[in-house]
């Protein structure tokens, strides 16, 4: 249902549709269209993203239906070199690819099948044939800056030359959930779909560090830490409950494990896990690159698109950086029961994308 809804909303993106009566026509035939249609196109779509080998099969077939040059290219780069003699990165993508369908088949999510909704944090790069999906704290300002050199058109060349708010505003990128279930369908099929993620913890305690212990971020406080004062502090003062500016890192994990929180609705993204963010066991992410070796995966994604002469993917500021030492500065006044608690809830993001347990948590 929801499809159906969002499919007629979609085709009325502005710079998509004719003004005036031919609009309207456009919209009654296309919901005629669409009922008769989105039955089918929804099918092809669960299909395809409960059958992880379909892409490697069409790219190396050659039966796609339309996908751009460059989008071929750049799957082709990726898949169809020697498997036999791959370089280090070409053989450590695969084998965190391989990693990641190993843990989703012998931990069957709840969710079968994506709604358009589901697939908002999906960038979308029609031009090189590219998805992304971003990851608040997972350098998501500078791949939301490339993303709009690449789309731009030739209006922008230097990503740190675009202000980050501006990297911010939505309509500056396209999301896949615009977009209807067939015009969906084809992009999972044929671009080069990836994500960055991170050590979880490490980018929860950033997350923290950004939202909590700034004052510009005043709308934060506002929104979640007057909540939280609320609801995990024994007699607040009322400054902090107007405020909600003075949030504890102990506050916050209450926060995030008590279940209130989650029937309350999603988490924010700065601290929602990945796999709630981009399904990964539903869309088949070609790389998972991550922080840790930030520069030279989000490059090699570059030359993959074609672009890697043209944009060199800038580097993290250091001074503020949160580290595995900074996580542990922070979960060092965490008793085990809630460090016990906040594990299980980010257990599924550890397992899926490889990161191993912090030595400094006490789960026994
Ligand atoms: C593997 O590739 C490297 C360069 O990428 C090359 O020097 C080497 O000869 C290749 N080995 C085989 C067995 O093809
Ligand atoms: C998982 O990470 C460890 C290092 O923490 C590494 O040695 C291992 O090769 C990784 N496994 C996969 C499948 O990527």
Redesign the pocket.
């Known amino acids: 249902m929801a499809v159906t809804r969002r499919d007629v909303t979609a085709d009325s993106v502005p710079g998509e549709s004719p003004p005036g009566s031919g609009f309207a026509m456009k919209r009654a035939r296309l919901a005629r269209l669409l009922l008769a249609t989105c039955l089918g196109s929804l099918t092809m779509l669960i299909f395809y993203l409960q059958s992880g080998s379909v892409l490697e099969a069409e790219v190396i077939v050659g039966r796609n239906s339309s996908p751009s040059r460059t989008s071929r290219t750049s799957l082709q780069m990726l898949y169809s070199s020697d498997q036999t003699n791959l370089s280090d990165i070409q053989a ?1 993508l695969k ?2 690819r ?2 990641l369908e190993e843990v989703c088949r012998s931990h069957p999510f709840k969710k079968q099948a994506l709604t358009p909704d589901d697939l908002r944090h999906l960038i979308v790069d029609d031009e090189h044939g590219l998805l992304y999906c971003y990851v608040p704290k997972v350098a998501c300002t500078n791949w939301k800056r490339v993303m709009m050199v690449l789309t731009g058109g030739g209006r922008y060349q230097e990503p740190l030359a675009i202000p980050a708010n501006e990297a911010h505003v939505p309509s500056h990128l396209r999301s896949l959930a615009d977009f209807s279930a067939s015009e969906i369908h084809r992009r999972l099929r044929s671009y080069l779909k990836f994500v960055f993620v991170r050590d979880p913890f490490e980018r929860l305690v950033s997350a923290y560090r950004n939202k909590f212990t700034r004052s510009y971020n005043s709308a934060f406080h506002r929104r979640y830490g007057t909540e939280i004062v609320r609801q995990h502090r024994r007699h607040p003062a009322p400054e902090a409950l107007r405020r909600g500016h003075d949030v504890s890192f102990a506050e916050f994990l209450y926060y995030l494990v008590d279940p209130r929180t989650r029937r309350q609705g999603p988490f924010n993204e700065h601290w929602e896990r990945v796999h709630q963010l981009c399904h990964p066991c539903l869309v088949h992410y070609d790389v998972v690159g991550k922080y840790e070796t930030l520069q030279q995966d989000a490059q090699y994604v570059l030359k993959l698109a074609g672009a890697g002469d043209k944009i060199h993917f800038p580097a993290l500021a250091k001074d503020s950086r949160t580290t595995g030492d900074t996580a542990a500065g922070f979960f060092s006044s965490i008793g085990p029961f809630y460090q016990r608690r906040l594990y299980s809830l980010y257990h599924m993001d550890f397992l899926l994308f ?1 990161y ?1 347990t912090p030595t400094y948590l006490q789960l026994r």
């Open positions: 450590s084998s965190r391989e990693r490889n191993s």
